[in-house]
């Protein structure tokens, strides 16, 4: 055996595939291939490898680089024009109903004025670690990893920041070390604001969902949001009707308090997709206040969040040809 090969094969059972090996001599050269992995696992990778290296017959001197190809990620925002729509509702079971489609999917709650992901993803109180100034994202229950703005500062004092400081808070929530999650939904804050212009112009969103409720003043002020994304040339796919007829959890009798089908003309209008309808149900509203996303479970409000995700998932497979 050359000691090439014999080096080779003691990588094996450790590098998986990713080693590339040359000899001179005692010397070895390794170039390590870490692509999707986060930093703590690349370095406990290259020690590991340079541990079995070391240990290998005849070879006295290690030397290991690191080598990764970029993945490539795209940003899906969800935004409103005003609050209280069932955007960040909308974006933690759009994420978690992509996610069990077989999407490797992260969350960025981008929302500085109610940060509600923490609590949503059943995480609250928790601080993502850095590594070399980068942010880990913090792992939830529901297979998606998770950084928010609310895991930055202490509540209520995100809202004190000046536009900038939100924006780059932002920058540094989509450059953080998220491994192989390719897809991002970012829940963005409502309206038309600092961090929606940093979104745009520095981490171009792949799509926009936009999040409205039926009544004609939600839905003007979803036109404005729609308007923003369409001046930068960002595809919107789709607009969706959240709190949209209401089913009396006691007789089942449905009635509309906000109207319906309002969201459904109003895009048709304005020539977009309409992704579907989510009622207003209190079971999700329980449910998001403990934590457990409907789109996470098997329930009656499941079937709309994964019929919209399923929607999402068709203009993201078209998109990527
Ligand atoms: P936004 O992000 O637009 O401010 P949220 O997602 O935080 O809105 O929702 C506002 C409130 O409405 C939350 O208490 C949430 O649980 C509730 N909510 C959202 N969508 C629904 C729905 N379809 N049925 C019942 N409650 C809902």
Known sequence: MTDRSALQAALAPIAAGRATVRVEGSRASIVLDVTGLPT???????????????????????????????????????????????????AANLAIALARAGRRVGLI?????????????AVEG??????EKQLLPVETPYGVPLLSMGQLVPAGQAIAWRGPMAGGALTQLAEA??????????DLPPGTGDVQLTMIQKHKPAGAVIVSTPQDLALIDATRAIDLFAKAEVPVIGLVENMSGYVCPHCGEASEPFGQ??????????????????????AVRQASDAGTPPAAGNGPEATAFHQIAGQVGEWLDRKEG
Do not use: C, N
Not at 112 to 120: C, D, E, R, T
Not at 126 to 131: F, L, V, W
């Open 126 to 131: 928790t601080r993502p670690e850095a590594r």
């Open 40 to 90: 703590a696992a690349r370095d406990a990778l290259e020690a590991d490898v340079r541990a079995a290296a070391l240990a290998t017959p005849g070879i006295a001197d290690v030397r290991v680089a690191q080598t990764s190809e970029r993945v490539g990620r795209r940003l899906i925002a969800v935004a409103s024009g005003k609050g209280g729509v069932g955007k960040s509702t909308v």
């Open 261 to 282: 089908g309002g969201a459904e003309a109003a895009a048709a209008k304005l020539g977009i997709p309409f992704l579907g309808r989510i009622p207003l149900a209190m």
């Open 109 to 121: 709650d981008a929302d500085i004025y109610g940060p509600s992901q923490p609590k949503l993803m």
């Open 177 to 186: 070390d998220w491994g192989l999650h390719d897809t991002l939904v970012v």
